[in-house]
């Protein structure tokens, strides 16, 4: 109606808005933008929790070298301890078993404390890609049409 008013012509207010391709193309920009950031923020949280996880394998490591090296004293110092029970020799194997069990208990902690780490955070990404996932699927659900 707004065009047999003006003689054929559209009103200068249907003329500024942009059209539906217009619309659509720039929905489809922003969604890619979105989840190229949101692919960007996974990244980082990968990233910042690979440093994480090196840092417990550092404590298990860590552990794992100072316990075997520890069971290895006890075991040499059982080796020489059995043989001689008598407490004229006891200070060449009670020495073994001393620096032994020191290490055995300091790769312990040093063990517990890496598990201790590890279970205080997850290594994966979660919040970032809970929220690329919730993204893609509010992206990608159809809206209802109105009736």
């Known amino acids: ?42 990244r980082a949280e990968f990233k910042e929790d690979m440093r994480h996880t090196k840092d417990v394998a550092r404590f298990m490591g860590l552990g794992a070298v100072l316990a075997s090296v520890g069971g290895l004293f006890l075991l040499t110092a059982l080796a020489l301890g059995l043989p001689r029970l008598f407490p004229e020799t006891l200070d060449a194997w009670s020495g073994f078993a001393i620096v032994g069990g020191v290490l055995t208990v300091g790769g312990l902690v040093a063990i517990v404390a890496g598990q201790r780490v590890l279970a205080r955070y997850n290594p994966l990404p979660d919040k970032s890609f809970n929220a690329l996932q919730e993204n893609l699927t509010w992206n990608t659900t159809p809206t209802p049409s109105p009736s």
């Open 1 to 42: 109606m707004a065009e047999l008013e003006t003689g054929g012509r559209m009103s200068a207010d249907a003329q500024d808005q942009p059209s539906l391709s217009t619309l659509v193309s720039g929905i489809v920009t922003d969604t890619q933008t979105l989840i190229k950031h949101q692919i960007d923020m996974v």
